[in-house]
T-cell receptor
Framework: DAGVTQSPTHLIKTRGQQVTLRCSPISGHKSVSWYQQVLGQGPQFIFQYYEKEERGRGNFPDRFSARQFPNYSSELNVNALLLGDSALYLC??????????????FGSGTQLSVL | GEDVEQSLFLSVREGDSSVINCTYTDSSSTYLYWYKQEPGAGLQLLTYIFSNMDMKQDKRLTVLLNKKDKHLSLRIADTQTGDSAIYFCAGGSYIPTFGRGTSLIVHP
């Protein structure tokens, strides 16, 4: 079975542009979470979606948005890019949030560079 | 919310045991996790422990949980050069919060 897949693997943008990152969860997983990992730091939680509904949001500005589709894949959008948005963006899937099914399985990430 | 702290670096000799430590603040965490990240890769779930357990062993990995002190440790027996990576502790009652990671360096 395929794991969590993310695309693209690398992306270069300039300040002020917009970017869309994509994620396909493990087959059978209904929850997708997005994390931002800045170099030298641990992953920081951005969003969690379950059954197309937003279930949690981290401390990120409104420039960050996401959605989940009926096939449970997800997109993360970032508008008006800043230099500080340069990071590895990780997608993780789980069966469902909470209880004993919350174990996260991560994709390899999208490395975003903002120039 | 959860706050997770880890030491940043650990250097060990090949064949020795490695112990990576973590402290957390949220006592309602249901599960506590250890993830491994190799250069240029995502996070790989290594092991986890349920909050009502004290210890879990899985091959070369041993997880110890001290709930009173909110302390979690990961012991890697017979550490190999392939174990060199960044190890993240994570916990939380709903959405896992990650520490900054411990960079494990294994030298011959």
């Amino acid at each position: 079975d395929a794991g969590v897949t993310q695309s693209p693997t690398h992306l270069i943008k300039t300040r002020g542009q917009q970017v869309t990152l994509r994620c396909s969860p493990i087959s059978g997983h209904k929850s997708v979470s997005w994390y931002q990992q800045v170099l030298g730091q641990g992953p920081q939680f951005i969003f969690q979606y379950y059954e197309k509904e937003e279930r949690g949001r981290g401390n990120f500005p409104d420039r960050f948005s996401a959605r989940q589709f009926p096939n449970y894949s997800s997109e993360l959008n970032v508008n008006a890019l800043l230099l500080g948005d340069s990071a590895l963006y990780l997608c993780a899937s789980s069966l469902e949030p909470g209880r004993d099914k919350e174990k996260l399985f991560f994709g390899s990430g999208t490395q975003l560079s903002v120039l | 919310g959860e706050d997770v702290e880890q030491s940043l670096f650990l250097s060990v000799r090949e064949g020795d045991s490695s112990v990576i430590n973590c402290t957390y603040t949220d006592s309602s965490s249901t599960y506590l996790y250890w993830y491994k990240q190799e250069p240029g890769a995502g996070l790989q779930l290594l092991t986890y422990i349920f909050s009502n357990m004290d210890m879990k062993q899985d091959k070369r990995l041993t997880v110890l949980l001290n709930k009173k002190d909110k302390h979690l440790s990961l012991r890697i027996a017979d550490t190999q050069t392939g174990d060199s990576a960044i190890y993240f502790c994570a916990g939380g009652s709903y959405i896992p919060t990650f520490g900054r990671g411990t960079s494990l360096i294994v030298h011959p």
